[in-house]
């Protein structure tokens, strides 16, 4: 193609993209996307955002309060400039092609002036219709007229024409009546628009499984019988009973818990086959929430296998089992019954020794599994792309977010069952494949964001204006916030104060904003939760207003008081009150903090030459940035070099080599191959590094895809004997040679993972196991080939070959930790001996061949890698992500990015989404042509600096330097305001912005004056 035929085709794609599905994939997806310049229209088809993981209550393994997480998304979301969001939308018809679709919305009648409408819900109480509340999962009732939920994005009400008795029977009309704003508009018409996008990207989200067609479980019969996720409603502070457990039957508080695993998933006959993904961790999760609400709650988890394969996930199994008591049994569940004089519930099962138990519970819980998008079919011949035999969308395992259709990637549960932290990197991965199909169209339809100037506050007596979040009840179920309020009007400078219920949603922050101007605020407290998650989204409400963002300040009253006090109402309240008045006291010498800018480099250093490496630097490439891949080997490829078919048979070494002639090509990679950086200075947007061979790199971000290693065994006789083997030298022995009819394999899962010093889940040894005994079954069905295994994690859709290989007649037997088969080798063959837990008693078995299932280790350099970039790790020595859930590929250190092996232990087609994701993350920031620097950074006193270079040698970013007079100087930009100059200057030289030592010294006053 011709340069004149290049420019007139990106000329003809557009800037923007149509984003279907506004879930927290959705989300993410259309914030990084929006970030880069394009243009994003987001359409979900509830009357907000939010999807599923709106109906939580809190997430594993930090505990987060699911709403509190997910809020500040959704009103960043809907205030972004670049996104515009279509609620109660629908997709009708998609024509074109990639870079140029035209497609045809369908907008049903909201019969509400979103304009209009306050979301103050004066419409709601008049309203005389009451229908099932489908947010709360028929747990409660719900008016015609509504808002999804308290929190809702938009929080526009809408008034459903199926139930409203003016639209269905020409009556009533109370909440047009009740509207002062005159927002109800019943001439309201449906609506049918065309939009013009480049790429289309489809998170559609996801259907629960319905339990009543398991009748034995008893769902729909029994009172107490619940879903998971009513259960999440129950336990949710925004949910019908506010957050105190009321079982359905006679509202009484249930002690006694089950949880029933695997419901709707993993069964063919009136079930799904695939692996929901989810369950075992949500179990856990709610056993531990329940355990949290009351003391006294025993959790009882029924499951057939503990699919716990993501990072961290065996500790938090762990701790629902030895911090909150939950007993688990692995029993398949034949019944389920109502006690009729109790309304309690009775489990039948048959235990691991084969015993018939009768087990009673004040109240059951069914884990029930994810399906396809409701319409997932008729979806897929709408945007005329390929679904698999389930309904999910069709991809291939090498390039998992691309549909069948050029131009339209995929995200998240429609791809297949996944968990949060893989839809929201799967969502990024879409939105970095939309970004470089579109990258030559950045900025072509957005439109500049003009803030008011800030208000000079310069002579003003501090007028403090204070909000107390009740966050449900997550504060106000243990803080007397009322109590709170009113100390903190009584203290000086505070010209209001008052409690707000959610201080983070979109009423809250409007409330936040018409009280600074009608009051004449200056300064403004916030008492709520995390400042990590929260303070940007205030900071960004007040500066909407005309205050500079650092005249805020977060008052943390959930994470430092209620949850740590909540058996001790009067404590926790006093402590409130003392955190909060500590946060006046400095916010009375709040000052405005101006913040410089600085260019970007247009480049990014990508530390790792595998297939993470490489596909992220394909990646950003294609986006229109430069990239210099680093790899301290030879040779690009990593481990991936060595594994030749993944489970569903994709060749893996056509793929790598094609992988490597496409980075070695491109124009806009530089490789360097056999050496490793050296020292990196500088800040993002700005880096400058050195590689051990000389060259000098300048570049924007940095990604880190440096790998893992694969654990060499020291167990069960490796290395004594040649027929001890891994399960990757048995695929390289099955590729020489055909296996043989009356061979035994011997398959030993989990070793040296799920136990100290590896106490996680490797996550492919699993597959690895299946693979390979599905190839020597169907080359040599006489052969014999045994699994012995803890819990077969074939998570998501490898069910499906958990189940080809039994029917091949792959044997499983079930090990546990405290009895580890014993191997002995003699001669040409070996004998493996365990315990048999169904026989009951010890299985000898001679073996031609042993393979041990090895598991995944972090690189022996992980540690100092971290160490010179200032990045954390975990326990296990993996690179440790900002947030679990929501910035999986992200470091808390701005400019640094994360994917594959460095992250966790994960396969191949896990890998390359993640590194499309941190490819997108990076893209997004070095789609800028300049950064904000912190505020909250050191300023120097030069006049009374004694130049004793204890600052030059303490700091560990090189912010201090020796100017050319010999005295000390700072570079404010590549200061990270952490404050470790201020506390070790003598002379008081060094202050940071926004902790200076009066504002810290008034709060230590405010607390000594109550006392």
């Not at 409660?140 to 809702?152: E, G, H, M, T």
């Not at 104060?497 to 983070?504: F, P, Q, S």
Request: proline share 5%; hydrophobic share 40%; glycine share 8%.
């Amino acid at each position: 193609m011709t340069l004149d035929a290049l420019g007139k085709e990106n000329r003809s794609k557009v800037g923007s993209v149509l984003v279907v599905g506004s879930g927290v994939g959705g989300m993410q997806a259309a914030l990084d996307m929006a970030d880069s310049g394009l243009l994003v229209h987001m359409i979900g088809d509830e009357s907000s955002i939010g999807g599923t993981m709106a109906r939580l209550d809190k997430t594993f393994p930090t505990g987060d309060c699911a709403m509190c997480m997910i809020s500040p998304r959704m009103v960043e979301s809907s205030r972004h400039p670049n996104i515009k969001m279509h609620t109660l939308a629908t997709v009708k018809s998609v024509a074109g092609r990639e870079g140029d679709f035209t497609v045809t919305i369908e907008q049903p009648a909201r019969y509400v002036d979103p304009d209009r409408c306050t979301g103050c819900g004066a419409c709601e109480p008049g309203c005389p219709v009451r229908v099932p509340n489908e947010f709360n999962l028929g747990l409660d009732n719900r008016k015609a007229i509504f808002s999804l939920f308290p929190q809702a994005v938009p929080n526009t009400r809408a008034i459903d024409k199926r139930f409203c008795l003016y639209l269905t029977k020409d009556v009533c009309r109370k909440c047009e009546k009740a509207c002062d704003a005159k927002a109800i508009n019943f001439a309201d018409q449906d609506r049918v628009y065309d939009l013009h996008v480049g790429s289309i990207v489809l998170t559609p989200g996801l259907k629960t499984y319905d339990p009543a067609i398991r009748r034995e479980f008893g769902y729909g019969k029994i009172k107490n019988v619940v879903t998971s996720l009513q259960f999440e409603r129950l336990l949710s502070a925004s949910g019908p009973c506010g957050g105190t457990v009321a079982r359905p039957s006679d509202q009484a508080h249930p002690k006694r818990l089950a949880w029933i695993q695997c419901v709707g998933s993993r069964n063919s006959h009136n079930a799904n086959p695939w692996c929901s993904s989810v369950c075992c961790m949500y179990a856990a999760k709610q056993a531990i929430i329940a355990k949290e609400h009351d003391a006294e709650v025993q959790a009882t988890v029924f499951y057939m296998e503990l699919r716990a394969f993501g990072k961290d996930f065996d500790k938090y199994i762990d701790k629902a089992k030895n911090e909150s008591g939950a007993i688990y049994r692995r029993a398949m569940v034949s019944e389920v019954i109502e006690d009729p004089a109790t309304s309690n519930v009775i489990i039948h099962y048959v235990d691991d020794s084969g015993r018939r138990i009768n087990e009673e519970f004040d109240l059951v819980i069914l884990s029930i599994g994810f399906e396809p998008h409701l319409q997932a079919r008729a979806f897929a011949e709408t945007f005329g792309i390929e679904a698999d035999g389930y309904g999910f969308a069709a991809t291939s395992k090498l390039r998992p977010v691309e549909t069948s259709r050029p131009g339209i990637y995929v995200a998240g549960i429609y791809q297949g069952p996944k968990d949060i932290p893989e839809t929201v990197t799967q969502a990024s991965g879409a939105a970095a494949s939309a970004m470089s199909l579109l990258g030559e169209r950045r900025g072509t339809e957005i439109e500049a964001v003009v803030l008011p100037p800030e208000r000079d506050i310069t002579g003003e007596e501090p007028r403090i204006g204070v909000f107390v979040c009740h966050c449900g009840i997550n504060i106000a179920g243990t803080v007397d916030v009322q109590k709170v309020a009113e100390a903190a009007a009584a203290q000086p400078g505070v010209a209001h104060a008052e409690t707000v219920i959610y201080a983070c949603a979109p009423d809250g922050q409007e409330k936040v904003k018409e009280t600074i101007k009608e009051k004449g605020l200056n300064r403004v407290i916030i008492a709520s939760c995390t400042p990590r998650t929260h303070s940007p989204l205030f900071q960004d409400t007040i500066r909407e207003v005309g205050l500079n963002k650092f005249l805020f300040e977060l008052a943390d009253i959930r994470e430092q008081c209620s949850w740590v006090h909540k058996d001790d109402r009067e404590a926790a309240t006093r402590k409130a009150i003392e955190i909060t008045n500590m946060n006046i006291a400095k916010g009375r010498l709040l000052e405005p903090v101006a913040q410089n800018s600085v260019g970007v480099t247009h480049a990014a250093l990508v530390i790792g030459g595998g297939i993470a490496g490489m596909n992220a630097s394909l990646s950003l490439a294609a986006q229109g940035f430069k990239v210099h891949l680093v790899e301290r080997e030879a040779q690009l490829g990593g481990l991936l070099r060595r594994l030749r078919r993944n489970l569903e048979g994709d060749d893996v070494q056509a793929f790598l080599g094609e992988t490597i002639d496409r980075v070695e090509q491109h124009p806009a990679i530089e490789v360097h191959l056999g050496t490793a950086v050296d020292h990196t200075d500088g800040f993002v947007g700005n880096f400058k590094t050195s590689l051990q061979d000389g060259a000098v790199i300048e570049h924007g971000a940095v990604l880190i895809a440096s790998g893992g290693v694969e654990y060499p065994p020291q167990e069960y006789g490796y290395g004594d004997s040649e027929r001890v083997i891994t399960q990757r030298q048995l695929e390289d022995l099955l590729a020489g040679r055909e296996p043989v009819a009356g061979e035994t394999y011997m398959m030993i899962q989990c070793v040296g993972s799920r136990e100290e010093p590896a106490n996680y889940c490797s996550r492919i040894c699993c597959q690895d196991a299946l693979k390979n005994s599905i190839a020597i079954k169907e080359r040599a069905p006489q052969a014999t080939v045994a699994v012995l295994y803890r819990d077969m994690r074939a998570y998501g859709l490898k069910e499906d070959y958990y189940k080809k290989a039994r029917d091949l007649g792959v044997l499983f037997f079930l090990f546990t930790p405290d009895e580890k088969p014993r191997v002995e080798t003699e001669g040409e063959r070996c004998r493996v001996s365990f315990p048999d837990k169904v026989l009951g008693k010890e299985m000898n078995i001679d073996a031609d061949y042993v393979v041990l299932s090895t598991g995944l280790r972090p690189r022996p350099d992980a540690a100092e890698l971290a160490k010179r970039y200032k990045l954390t790790c975990n326990i296990d020595e993996f690179f440790m992500e900002a947030h679990v859930k929501l910035r999986p590929v992200d470091f808390p250190s701005e400019g640094f990015f994360l994917a594959g092996l460095a992250h966790a232990p994960k396969n191949l087609e896990e890998t390359i989404s993640q590194s499309l994701a941190a490819a997108g993350r990076a893209g997004a920031l070095l789609s800028k042509e300049n950064l904000k620097v912190s505020g909250i950074i050191s300023k120097h006193n030069r006049d009374i600096c004694m130049s004793c270079l204890a600052c030059f040698r303490a700091c560990p970013f090189g912010s201090p330097f020796i100017d050319e007079d010999g005295r000390v100087s700072h570079n404010e930009v590549k200061c990270t305001g952490c404050g470790i100059c201020a506390g070790i200057c003598p002379a008081k030289a060094f202050q940071v912005n926004f902790f200076r030592d009066d504002q810290i010294i008034a709060m230590i006053d405010s607390v000594t004056e109550l006392h």
